[in-house]
């Protein structure tokens, strides 16, 4: 089974940027779709950026703006890149591959270890 590795967190300062990695150990031009999510402490996990074979993005209206989903097939990996972090961008990140059913993402990937982000304000 495909695996995924993130990459790229660390603590920052409000304002400042940092770009997430998500190895996947296969192909990730057999996916439909990937994903990033996050998840907060003590908080369910949520979905903020996917796009599409095609290339196409969607992102929550919480970080439309200033995150960046984006993949590189020929390094079999999907990045992230988040701007103006704000505090409460703080949250374990996720990748996932997946599909979209109409117009909803589901993932279908077995979730990777995550990576840490902190934002201090």
């Known amino acids: 089974q495909v695996q995924l590795m993130e990459s790229g967190g660390g603590l920052v300062q409000a304002g400042e940027s940092l770009t997430l990695s998500c190895g996947v150990s296969?192909?990730?031009?057999?996916?439909?779709?990937a994903g990033w999510y996050r998840q907060p402490l003590e908080k369910e996990r949520e979905l903020v950026a996917t796009i599409t074979s095609g290339g196409r993005t969607n992102y929550a209206d919480s970080v439309k703006g200033r995150f960046s989903i984006s993949r590189d097939i020929t390094k079999n990996t999907v990045y992230l890149q988040m701007n103006s972090l704000k505090p409460e961008d703080t949250a374990v990140y996720y990748c996932s591959l997946g599909n979209f059913i109409g117009s909803g993402y589901y993932p279908n990937s077995r979730w990777g270890q995550g990576t840490q982000v902190t934002v201090s304000s």
């Open positions: 296969g192909s990730i031009s057999m996916a439909n779709a």
